[in-house]
């Protein structure tokens, strides 16, 4: 586990204790421990199916880990902390859907709130401070079905945003969207970590958009995790450890290639802008 750096002022929104999971006798996350602060913009970094979902599962409260724990602000998850917002991956929107943006939007302030309902003029002005924060004012009246991916991103993400949480988890925002869109939104979360206090954790498995803006990085391989600044985490020895063989980091044009060794055996995977593909 690499040492975290120092720290920010202020108590950590999220803290992974020591996280283990199991399924039908595999280890999938061996004691997964980092902490997330308030306007910090995390990474959750690794290739397809080494467990960041997984670990979203357990934050979420919707997968129980066999050893560990999570904390929000210090303390357990409960059922009436709307402390997380969560852009699951692959939201998939019919076209023909007759609800506009800023109806999705607005289905973000029911079904977890207790008491007095919102009023109509405070629902509206909460919507309409949600679709300018992402930018989204201009198609706010669009069929959600219509918009483009990037576009959709943006709905699904003040959608999440309109409940005040603390804490916004993202499972492969990025998936599927162009190179301008991928900016787009990555500029947006880090804006609004900053300007709104949020801690934004978002897993993907390029850690190349992210780089501009990480606080943190959260790297995944072989069920561990080390965390800390991009320049502590992303180093050959500390990557070599996690995969288990020799790794080498290169950087090109301001783009970061994980390579394994030859010394990896006789299928050498080959990380590609944070993505494993196998070589022989």
Not at 143 to 172: F, K, M, N, T, Y
Not at 188 to 195: N, P
Request: glycine share 10%; hydrophobic share 40%; charged share 25%.
């Amino acid at each position: 586990m690499v040492e975290e750096p120092s720290k920010p002022p202020g108590e950590p929104i999220l803290e992974v204790e020591g996280v283990g999971v199991w399924f039908s006798g595999r280890e999938i996350l061996h004691d997964v421990t980092f902490s997330i602060r308030p306007g910090e913009f995390t990474g959750l970094i690794g290739s397809n199916g080494v467990g960041k979902t997984t670990l979203f599962r357990v934050i979420l409260g919707m997968e129980a880990p066999n050893s560990g724990k999570v904390l929000f602000g210090g303390k357990g998850r409960s059922r009436r902390n709307s402390v997380i917002g969560y852009v699951p991956q692959k939201v998939l929107l019919d076209p023909d859907m007759p609800l506009r943006a800023r109806d999705v939007v607005a289905l973000g302030l029911d079904g977890h709130r207790l008491g007095m309902p919102v009023s109509s003029r405070r629902r509206r002005g909460l919507v309409d401070e949600m679709l300018e924060a992402v930018d989204a004012t201009s198609f706010g009246d669009t069929r959600v079905g219509r918009l483009s991916g990037g576009e959709q991103q943006r709905v699904l993400i003040a959608h999440a945003l309109i409940g005040r949480p603390r804490l916004l988890l993202l499972d492969e925002p990025l998936a599927n969207l162009d190179i301008r869109s991928e900016q787009e939104v990555v500029s947006l979360l880090a804006r609004i970590a900053t300007e709104q206090q949020i801690a934004v954790f978002i897993s993907a498995h390029d850690m190349n958009p992210l780089l501009a803006f990480m606080d943190r990085i959260v790297y995944v391989a072989s069920g561990r995790v080390a965390s800390g600044s991009t320049d502590d985490v992303v180093r050959p020895e500390v990557l070599s450890k996690l995969y288990g063989h020799h790794v080498d980091v290169l950087r090109v044009h301001e783009r970061i290639i994980v390579v394994a060794g030859a010394s990896a055996g006789p299928e050498v995977p080959i990380v590609l802008h944070g993505d494993v593909v196998s070589m022989t």
